[in-house]
């Protein structure tokens, strides 16, 4: 049975143990670095597990949006605004059953219902080639539709999200700019009823809202119209897209960010970077129209930058320089990942 406990574990326990570079995994079996043998074991499994591949892909399968939202960047955007040819979907699909992933966030810096034609096939798709594949769709929810929300019930997608950023049409529409509060609220609790007239209990709707000087007086309210609405409701941070949205940067390069251990983020165009804050490709890691997920995912500059994040030094990095929330993980990934970064040095 799918809950929300299981999410969690496949996200943050097996996987978040990163990929510190190379073959620190032998290293860490030789030694146990003066940690009890099963914090070592434990750890060396799971670098084990994450030195073949990626536990989640995020895969922008369009990088058109048909919103103008305040604190994301995208109109600055150099690079193509499109969505994924599918044959370039269809190579990425394939080498992610081979390599046993199956966790997917369809989701970047585009809207996947403006895909009109396309939005069916990618989770089609998905699905017919990895069944027991756990499908995350992030919308604006504008145009999922009672067609499209029914779809998603029925294809069996596991997680549809939703960031409102308001209790009132007023706040949530100079946040959200092109998009219209009362559809959007329409179109989610269609969902909601669509899925309890079925019988089923998935997708789960996670809404949220994003903190920002903007909508801090109403998030109380969007938590009281919510909550007992939908399956989770969530009060996220406001991140400054690696220093482009105008916030400061606040956050502790000396502390390591779980996510290049954890997500490969693949763009539109193929293009593969360090996390989902890259929105405009400024720390290429590789291309998957010319390389596969496991050249990229194994490749020297992935392996450098993740042991620079474990060994406190982030700050090397232009991009995690500038951020302003590098996502810590689990207990024992925050434990040990600079033990084994210690062991295998900048080039695992």
């Known amino acids: 049975m799918r809950t929300f ?13 990163r990929q510190l570079l190379g073959t620190a995994i032998e290293s860490a079996r030789s030694r146990a670095y003066s940690l009890p043998v099963v914090g070592a074991r434990f750890a060396a499994a799971s670098f084990d597990r994450l030195q073949r591949a990626p536990r989640q892909l995020n895969i922008e399968v369009t990088s058109i949006c048909n919103a103008r939202c305040i604190m994301c960047p995208r109109e600055k955007m150099t690079r193509p ?28 810096y585009g809207e996947i219902f403006s895909a009109k034609k396309d939005y069916r096939y990618f989770i089609t798709h998905l699905l017919a080639r990895i069944p027991d594949a756990r499908v995350i769709i992030n919308t604006n929810a504008s145009l999922m539709t009672e067609e499209a929300a029914a779809f998603l019930i029925d294809a069996g997608v596991d997680t549809v999200h939703v960031d409102i950023d308001g209790a009132t049409a007023e706040t949530y529409e100079k946040i959200r700019v092109n998009l219209h509060y009362d559809l959007v609220v329409r179109n989610v609790r269609r969902l909601l009823e669509l899925r309890k007239a079925r019988g089923g209990g998935f997708p789960k709707v996670r809404v949220g809202i994003i903190r920002q000087p903007a909508n ?45 251990w954890f997500e490969l983020n693949l763009y539109a165009d193929g293009s593969a970077v360090l996390c989902c804050d890259d929105w405009n490709v400024e720390e290429p890691l590789g291309n998957a129209r010319t390389q596969t997920i496991a050249e990229i995912w194994r490749g020297p500059r992935f392996r450098e930058f993740r042991a620079l994040q474990a060994l406190g030094r982030a700050g090397e990095i232009g991009l995690c320089s500038k951020c302003n929330w590098a996502r810590p993980g689990a207990g024992w990934f925050r434990k040990h990942v600079r033990r084994y970064a210690e062991a295998r040095g900048t080039q695992g």
Not at 6 to 12: C, E, H, S
Not at 96 to 101: E, N, V
Not at 218 to 231: L, R
Request: glycine share 12%; hydrophobic share 45%; with cysteine.
């Open 5 to 17: 406990v299981r999410g969690l574990a496949a996200r943050f326990i097996p996987a978040r143990g």
């Open 81 to 108: 605004m499109e969505p994924m040819s599918r044959a370039l979907y269809e190579k990425i699909i394939g080498e992610a059953a081979g390599l046993g992933i199956k966790r997917f966030a369809l989701n970047g």
């Open 216 to 260: 801090e007086h109403e998030v109380g309210q969007f938590v009281a119209q919510w909550e007992g609405v939908a399956d989770y409701v969530c009060r996220d941070f406001l991140v400054n897209r690696a220093g482009s949205v105008g916030l400061p940067t606040e956050r502790n390069v000396r502390n390591a960010c779980a996510l290049p």
